[in-house]
């Protein structure tokens, strides 16, 4: 069974950074595009980024985090991550990746996705 699995999330003050990651146990991301999204409470589910498959190298983001937020790959470890700096409290939410086999493009809607992980907390505050 295909799954991902968030790691990373917790308490930081404002300012600080954090780094969320998404493996894949048992199958490789490589052919997979991914999207990171995010739910605050009383909130729909938002797209904050993007990467499309290895062979895509095409990357996107919202711009309530460009320029704060960095994803990236790591083909060694089977992981994307997602390197957040700069945090405010109202990037407080549930964090979640999720994936589609595709190539090429990346898309920032949850419809776009058919694999989601169970989610990672990310709490800034003081």
């Known amino acids: 069974q295909l799954q991902l699995v968030e790691s990373g999330g917790g308490l930081v003050q404002p300012g600080g950074s954090l780094r969320l990651s998404c493996a894949a146990p048992?199958?490789?991301?490589?052919?997979?595009?991914i999207g990171w999204f995010r739910q605050a409470p009383g909130k729909g589910r938002e797209g904050i980024s993007c990467?499309?498959?290895?062979?895509?190298?095409?990357?996107d983001y919202a711009d309530s985090v460009k320029g704060r937020f960095t994803m990236s790959r790591d083909g060694a470890e089977n992981t994307v991550s997602l390197q957040m700096s700069a945090l405010k409290p109202e990037d407080t939410a549930v964090y979640y990746c999720?994936?589609?086999?595709?190539?090429?493009?990346?898309?920032?809607?949850?419809?776009?996705?058919?694999?989601w992980g169970q989610g990672t907390q990310v709490t800034v505050s003081s």
């Open positions: 990467i499309s498959s290895s062979s895509g190298g095409i990357s």
């Open positions: 048992g199958f490789t991301l490589d052919h997979y595009a």
């Open positions: 999720a994936a589609v086999r595709q190539n090429y493009v990346c898309g920032m809607w949850p419809v776009d996705y058919d694999l």
